[in-house]
C-alpha cells in the first residue's frame, strides 16, 4: 500500500472513533494505562500538531512547547479533526516522504517517521474503539502494514517505555490481535478489566 495513503486511512480510522465518543465518555479509562478517553484522544492530536513543522523541515528546537498541555479545549472532536486535517495535507505534499525529519533520537527518513505515526493511529484507534465499547475490527490492510514493519522496531519501543511487555495470545489468535498484543495490549481488555 502507498503510504501517503496508508496515513490517511489509518488518520481516518482514527478519527471515526474520535467522532463516536459521547459527552460522558471522555474520563472513561482506556487500555492506556493512566490514560482516559481524552488524555488518549489529547495524545494523538500532539502527535498530528507535531508532523506539520517537522515534515516541513522544522527543528525541534524551533517547535518548542508550542503542542504541550491541553490541546482539545472545549470542543475536542474538531480539535482533533482539524489536527488530522493538517496532518495528513503535510504528509501528502509532494516530496514529504523523501525529506529527512528531525525527532527526539536523531535525524530520520521521513517516511520512517510516517510509519510511527501510522503505527500510532492504528493502535490508538483500537485503544479508543475498545474503551468506547465500540467495534475494535481494524483496517485489514492497515493491520497488514503496522505488522509488516514493527518486528524491526519493536525492541526500540518496548526498550524506551514507549509499550508494555507482549501479551501472550493463543495460536490461533488473528492478526489483528497479535498485532496488538506485540504493542503490549490484551486484546481482551474492557474497561472493567479482561474480557
Do not use: K
Amino acid at each position: 500500500m502507498e503510504l501517503a495513503a496508508a496515513y490517511r486511512r489509518a488518520v481516518a480510522g482514527f478519527g471515526d472513533q474520535v467522532a463516536r465518543i459521547r459527552p460522558d465518555q471522555w474520563s472513561a479509562p482506556t487500555p492506556c494505562r493512566d490514560w482516559t478517553v481524552r488524555d488518549l484522544v489529547n495524545h494523538l492530536v500532539y502527535e498530528d500538531r507535531w508532523s506539520v513543522p517537522l515534515v516541513n523541515g522544522a527543528s525541534l528546537g524551533s517547535v518548542g512547547d508550542r503542542f504541550e498541555g491541553d490541546l482539545l479545549g472545549a470542543d475536542p472532536v474538531t480539535a482533533a479533526r482539524d489536527a488530522a486535517a493538517e496532518s495528513i495535507a503535510a504528509v501528502s505534499a509532494p516530496g514529504a516522504l523523501s525529506r529527512t525529519v528531525e525527532l527526539s533520537f536523531g535525524m530520520t527518513p521521513a517516511d520512517e517517521y510516517v510509519r510511527q505515526l501510522l503505527a500510532d493511529h492504528v493502535v490508538h484507534g483500537w485503544d479508543l474503539a475498545a474503551a468506547l465499547g465500540a467495534d475494535r475490527a481494524l483496517d485489514a490492510d492497515l493491520v497488514r502494514e503496522v505488522a509488516d514493519w514493527f518486528p524491526a522496531n519493536e525492541a526500540g519501543y518496548r526498550d524506551s517505555g514507549a509499550i508494555a511487555a507482549a501479551v501472550d495470545v493463543p495460536a490461533t489468535a488473528g492478526p489483528q490481535d497479535r498485532l496488538i498484543a506485540a504493542f503490549g495490549r490484551n486484546p481482551g481488555w474492557g474497561p472493567t478489566g479482561v474480557a
